[in-house]
């Protein structure tokens, strides 16, 4: 399975060049300028969002909505999003996920949106912060970073943001992936982490740009 991943696109819509199976978009797809306003947000996954993701080379799309996307925390969000999705005709190719699953090809994906953010942003500590998911996820989808390797430092502060209750359930888990994102700057080599079962899992930043909100990283892909 070939997998892309982005993250933190904040409105840009950049061009995937690649084909894969799934592409994953871990989060804050919102532009900063109105990620508080309803409307323009579902405007926007209308006119402009849904349609670049119809025109990319993939299988399978995973859409998740993490901190600065705060129009996903009303309750009428997610009916919303799946009606925009079902009026494109796009409802076995495009997945909307938060704090649930979707299995593709075998592979079950399961999100968890909660971040160390803000108290005023979406999925943060104003709200009951947890990174539990399910034991039998695969590819765990994550916006906020593990407290391990170099994913959890914001480089330009050297500012620490990974999270031990984040490892301590992937160490306790059986997957093979944790895609993070949320520290634009932290490591986007690929790390291991050794599990307490004995086998090896990966955690991939894919967040594509810098502490400035530029594009500063391409889109990362994986094979599993």
Known sequence: MKIIAISDQHGNLNQIKDSCNVLVIAGDLSPLCYQQDYDAVLNLSDNEFIQWMIALYTYHTIIVHCNHDLSCTYSSFKDDTYNLIKRHDMCDKIHYLCFDSVIIDGKKFYCNPNSDSHSLLAFSNQHN?????????????????????????VRRFNKEFGYVDLLNDILRSNISLNICSHIHTGDHETTHVILNNGKSAIIKNVSILDEDYRVAYEPVIIEI
């Open 129 to 153: 912060q947890n990174y539990e998911f399910d034991d039998d996820t695969n590819i765990l989808i994550t916006h906020q970073p593990p407290r391990f390797g170099d994913v959890r430092f």
